[in-house]
């Protein structure tokens, strides 16, 4: 079994993952993986000797829930005070006479008088949009920084995905899936996330017990490019904690937003595995009391879920919050719910040594393996600390260093080698930041020369050298000229214009003598 259930997963894939974020050699993923199969066989056989759960669906809410979010959403607008509208009063009107069947189409169906702009067959979206006032830097979401539009079509995308839900819903054991569980196109947000999530060993956890699966939701296969990677994107997704012993699962927070549509189908899709796997009804009934469903769970750590949720080493919306969730139970089931404990979460080897436990939920590796090593941001290969370079951006092994880049004697910086020069005039590379500031382009050789070595004439830059083999300084006028607009006489050197002047004035001279004599 364990050795199907490897030869079913992209370990490649997870191995390059999480090379990517531990920014280290894994030696560990075999361990790793191997423990997931032994913990998660019985889930496999569940599945049907499969990764995934899988069903097609599309749903709508009711109207007057439709009808109830919208004003839900602009209320929330409008307590951001960004609601710039022209019309005022009568947009809110507007607001109370927009149809379910004008936001599920996101279109204007019927015109309103009383608002010229707002046309039939307009996009609703389009209009809605232009009443938000545009503020720059409004607000930050996920790191990076947003207006007040793009916080409202952020807005109005998690809105319209509530309307009506369709795709392809979920429900994995796939350690891919853990892993990406937090990466979407959708700017929701969660702890889990590689990256910077404050339980970014969360997903090694839950990936590493007997009951955790993950259901998410797929608009299409789709894959789009994250990190260097390629993922499908989660539109919508919940930890499901199931138990086989005693038929039951637990369905829990509900990411980016509750969404009722899509929980019913993951409900309605694990009941029909039950169903299915242990030939017996599909009837199930839901319970929505969290308190009873805590008691069906235990943490690996503790069952102390009045401490802080940071020393717990993944998220447990069960223990840890009191978001809603719903635990479904199949009719036939006999057995005394209290009987069969679900443990959630497990240790997590360190995937980059495969021998020590991560100790901070907060890492990716364990202590012995924390910072050991780094990525080169050129090729890619793995550098040790003692034998790594670093600029003001990047961190480069010795290769790249020595072939790629350049030390700039002016500033002193390290720069990449296509971001600068070497001045054969200064004898140095010098950096293009430098270059643009202290060096000028001679007209006459066209190199590149120190601005305290140029001398401008008639307009043009001049190197010294340049200066001083074709170029002559009028004793007279104290100005640089061509070598052959120039004349030497008695003893000195002149332009043609001070020469000429000299010459008429002898002249003069001579010709005043002539008349006195």
Known sequence: MKQTMLAAIDSKKIETILEAYTEQTCDGIRPLLSQWASNKSDLFQFFGNKLTLEREFSEHLPNDEILTLLRNLYGELFNLKILGTEYKGDFFYLLHTITAEELINNKCIEQR???????????????????????????????????????????????????????????????????????????????????????????????????????????????????????????????????????????????????????????????????????????????????????????????????????????????????????????????????????????????????????????????YCKEESYTCSDCGCRVSADNMHSTEDSILCESCYNENYSYCEHCENVEHNDNGQYIESAGQWLCDHCINNNYTECEQCGELHNDDNITHVDGNAICESCLSDNYSYCDHCNEYFKNEDTEYYDGETLCISCYDEVIEAEENEESEEEELA
Not at 114 to 119: C, G, H, R
Not at 142 to 153: I, P, V
Not at 224 to 252: A, D, P
């Open 113 to 367: 008088e009383f608002i010229p702009s707002y046309k039939t067959g307009m996009k609703l979206s389009k209009f809605l949009r232009q009443q938000i006032t545009d503020i720059p830097n409004f607000t930050i979401m996920n790191g990076k920084l947003k207006s007040s539009r793009e916080l409202f079509d952020i807005k109005w995308s998690m809105f319209n995905q509530s309307l009506t839900f369709n795709g392809l819903m979920v429900i994995s054991i796939d350690p891919l899936d853990y892993l990406t569980m937090s990466i979407n196109k959708y700017d929701w947000e969660s702890c889990h996330n590689l990256e910077d999530g404050c339980h970014k060993a969360g997903p090694l956890s839950y990936m590493l017990d007997s009951h955790s699966a993950i259901a998410f939701v797929l608009k299409d296969k789709t894959e789009f490019e994250y990190k260097g990677f390629s993922h499908t994107s989660k539109k919508w997704r919940q930890m499901v904690y199931i138990n086989l012993e005693s038929l039951v699962s637990i369905h829990c927070r509900q990411y980016a937003s509750d969404n009722e549509n899509a929980a019913k189908v993951a409900r309605q899709l694990m009941a029909d595995q039950f169903s299915k796997h242990f030939n017996i009804s599909s009837d199930y009934t839901v319970s929505r009391n969290l308190e009873k469903a805590r008691l069906l769970i235990e943490d690996y750590e503790s069952n102390n879920y009045l401490s802080s949720h940071y020393s717990h080493m993944h998220y447990n919306d069960v223990l840890l919050t009191d978001n809603e969730i719903s635990r479904i139970r199949m009719k036939q089931n006999e057995t005394i719910l209290t009987d069969y404990i679900m443990i959630i979460g497990n240790n997590v080897l360190c995937p980059v040594c495969g021998e020590h436990n991560i100790e901070s939920s907060d890492e990716l590796t364990c202590e």
